[in-house]
Each structure stands twice: as C-alpha cells, then as structure tokens.
C-alpha cells in the first residue's frame, strides 16, 4: 500500500498533530514570546480528525503516528486513539510525546491500542532539564519513561536533540543508556527554524566520533531501519543508537510522510511552507472523494528536497507542525 508521488517515493505515513498546546517551552521549539494557541474554534476535532485519517487510510496510509505540542494535554485523548485503533488498514500507531503525563497515561494508551511511543530528553540532569523546558517536570518525565515500560511499550525510543554546549557533554551518559535498557536512544540533529536564533547544530558525524571514542568499541550499523533514523548498536549493548541526521545527511529521497497539523492543514513535508486547508474544506461540506483530492495534491506537492537551506522562512514553529 501507500501513495505514490512525484518522485517515486512511497508515502504511507500521517503524522497527525492533536493539539499546538503544550505544558513546556522548549526553546528550540517555541520560541519565547510566540506562545499564542490556536483559537479553539481552528482546532480540527476529534470527529474532523478521524475522519480524515479514515480517507488517507483508505487512500492507502498505513502508519500514523500522534503528536503535537503534547498530545497528552489534549483532552479525551484515549477513547480517540481507541478509535484510530479500529480503522482496519492501520499497522503502526505511535505517539511522540515529552512524558510528562506519561505516568498517567501509559496503560490506558496501551489498552487503547497504541503501539509504540517515542519520548524526548534532552538532558538526564534536573537543572539543565528545567533550563531547556522552563518547567521542573523532570522527574514526571522517568516516571512516564518508567511506566511506559510497565505498560509493555516496545521499544521505548528517547528522542534527544543535541545542542552545542548545552548538552554535548551528556552524550556518552545517553549512550550509556543502551547498555542498561533496550532502547533506542535518537540522537536528533537540531533544526534552525529561525535564523534570529543561534545555531546550535552538532553534526551527526561528530557525535558518532565522539560515541566512537568511548571506550566501548565502534557503532555497528543495524540492518532494515524504515524512517528517518539510522541505527546503530555497541557490541555487546542491549538498546541500539539512532541518528536523525534531517540538517546535514537530509533523508528526503526515502522520505514517506505527510502531515496533519492541528488546525487542519496537510503539509508535505515539515520543513516546507506550502499546506492545503483541509479544515475549510471539510467545514464546507467537501465529500471524502474532495479531500482524498485534496490528500493527493498535498502528495503530489512533495519537493524533492527540504528547504533547511537558511533560504526560506518558516512560518510555523515545530509546536505548531507537530515534530
Ligand atoms: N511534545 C512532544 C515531544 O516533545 O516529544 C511532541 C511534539 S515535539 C514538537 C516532537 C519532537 O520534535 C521532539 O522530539 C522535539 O525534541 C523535536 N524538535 C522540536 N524542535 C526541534 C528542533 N528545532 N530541532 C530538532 N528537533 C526538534
Ligand atoms: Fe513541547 Fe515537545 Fe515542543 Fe518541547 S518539543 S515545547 S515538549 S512540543
């Protein structure tokens, strides 16, 4: 299954952002001072929501993966994966969240029939993680990791965006971590959304040099990853090591998804500006036939290429495009 666009490329994942709200302020993602929600009124409800991840699962759409701003702070947010869960033709349902409410929600996700949930940490030191979220929620963060687990949720995935001089140093101790657990630790290259802000960029390479030196032998890539990260394993280790490589090793010509952004738009890709409204659409009355249209002129508009060049100016932060 899938859709097939201009290029060749397979795409058979939806990324659907619930909510642009979030209970932290990363600043890498929400940028201070542009904190303004959506009115509620744009919001795409759930009813909005089901109904077109129906037609793009029909259209042949087989993974879908929830995110946001947090996901977990949207209301109602269980009976609405229970429902994504019956729609037959869906093979992977996940969720990126920062695990805050995680400790909450766990159980409940899993019995809803969420597969898999990937959860960011930039930092395993308390201060530093108040610093990069502006909210002291870090222990919360290993409860919900922690239940996540119990829950019977695998593989855990730790997303970490590396930044210059505000986390390299924790690298290693990260690393350490598929030692001791069998997740798989991403290290996410950062995006510079905004050139006003400073680039903090550390390029893969470098952090696999550094991973390299350890002590622990050499990284051994693993065979078979299907999405944006490539993973690798320490002989010997229990986790693997993923790098998500978006700025500097661009995967674009494997790229397989599409978005869906809470207040009713389809991208078709994160770091583009073109979206087509869905939401205006379906509140005129369009037939799934239209908005099935609509999805495949979104595919269709799929560049070859992201636009991270410095060039282009992004309109939305992540919070609002769902990372
Ligand atoms: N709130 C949830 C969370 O933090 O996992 C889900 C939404 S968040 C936008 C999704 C992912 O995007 C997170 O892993 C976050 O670290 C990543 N992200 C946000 N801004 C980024 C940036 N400028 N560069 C790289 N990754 C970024
Ligand atoms: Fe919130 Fe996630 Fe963005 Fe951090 S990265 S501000 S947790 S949406």
């Keep these: 299954m899938g859709i097939i ?3 060749g490329r397979n795409i058979r994942y939806l990324r659907v952002s619930v909510t642009d709200k979030c209970n932290f302020r990363c600043s890498y993602c929400m940028p201070a001072g542009n904190t303004k929600w959506f009115p509620e009124r744009e919001i795409l409800s759930y009813d909005e929501l089901l109904r077109m991840i129906r037609i793009a699962v029909k259209a042949g759409i087989t993974k879908i993966r929830i995110t946001g701003g947090e996901p977990l702070v949207r209301k109602d947010l269980i009976p609405f994966i229970a429902e994504i869960r019956k729609i037959p033709g869906i093979q992977d349902l996940s969720m990126t969240t920062n695990g805050s409410l995680l400790s909450q929600y766990a159980l409940q996700l899993k019995k809803a029939g969420l597969d898999r949930v990937n959860i960011s940490l930039d930092t395993l030191r308390e201060d530093r993680f108040n610093k990069i979220t502006e909210r002291s929620m870090f222990r919360q963060v290993l409860m919900g990791i922690k239940s996540a687990e119990q829950a019977g949720f695998t593989p855990i995935k730790l997303n970490v965006v590396v930044m210059n001089g505000i986390n390299t140093d924790e690298l290693i101790d990260f690393a350490r971590l598929s030692f001791e657990k069998s997740y798989e630790i991403r290290f996410i290259e950062y995006m510079q ?3 006003d802000s400073r680039n903090l960029l550390v390029p893969t390479k470098q952090i696999k040099a550094t991973l ?9 890539e693993q065979p078979g990853s299907d999405g944006p990260a490539t993973v690798f394993r320490f002989p010997g280790s229990q986790g693997s090591i993923g790098f998500i490589s978006a ?10 998804r599409i978005r869906l952004t809470a207040d009713g738009r389809l991208k ?20 799934d036939f239209d ?10 508009q799929k560049s070859a290429q992201h636009g991270l060049d410095g060039k282009e100016v ?9 990372g």
């Design 212 to 220: 390299n030196q350890a002590g622990w032998g050499t990284l051994v």
């Design 193 to 195: 959304f905004n050139s």
């Design 268 to 287: 078709p890709c994160l770091l583009s500006n073109f979206e087509i409204d869905i939401k205006r659409k379906m509140r005129a009355g369009a037939t």
């Design 314 to 322: 992004f309109q939305r932060g992540m919070f609002q495009t769902g």
């Design 247 to 256: 700025t500097t090793e661009h995967f674009c010509n494997q790229c397989n």
């Design 5 to 7: 666009d201009s290029y």
């Design 291 to 300: 908005i099935e249209n609509r999805l495949r002129l979104c595919i269709w």
